[in-house]
């Protein structure tokens, strides 16, 4: 782990792993986790049925959480931010953040194939401890949004595979 501030982003599909990847990453001293599923479920409950309502609400929380993740990082914490990092417009809002508080970086990119998330998809719907249970066909839905870390973005990234 750096030992300056770093905010810390993950990209990849549903139930690719990035919320276990984030615990292990907050577990680290100094280190805040931000989870989107958390926040949006606990304050938008039951508004959240379609790609549209997320987009809507998940608009309206990062107004909010963008400054303050940029605050932390200043006092000297790391921040694990577990929103999504899967297209051009969510990482450029998460760049906006690291160029305001002038922090370190690493974006994690969970690089799994959809038959592997969706396997994984249905035994996390299964166990019943998300705090959202994607269908199949909104993991289909989701995945066609999804575009991969590309090297003109200026990421630092990391790679993490099966």
């Known amino acids: 782990m750096p030992t300056s501030p770093t905010l810390h982003l993950v990209c990849g599909k549903i139930a690719a792993g990035k919320s276990t990847l984030c615990h292990q990453l907050a577990a680290h001293a100094s280190t805040v986790l931000l989870s989107e599923d958390n926040w949006l479920s606990s304050l938008y409950p039951g508004e959240i049925s379609s790609l549209e309502d997320y987009v809507r609400c998940s608009a309206r929380l990062r107004a909010v959480i963008g400054p303050h993740v940029a605050d932390l990082l ?89």
């Open 74 to 162: 200043r006092a000297g914490l790391s921040v694990v931010l577990d929103f999504p990092a899967n297209t051009l417009a969510s990482r450029a809002w998460m760049r906006s953040i690291i160029d305001d508080a002038a922090a370190a970086h690493t974006l994690h990119w969970l690089d799994l194939d959809d038959a592997t998330c969706k396997a994984r998809l249905r035994e996390r719907n299964a166990a019943g401890e998300h705090a959202y249970a994607a269908s199949e066909t909104e993991f289909d839905l989701f995945t066609r949004y999804f575009v991969p870390p590309r090297a003109e973005e200026g990421f630092d990234v990391v790679v993490h595979g099966e």
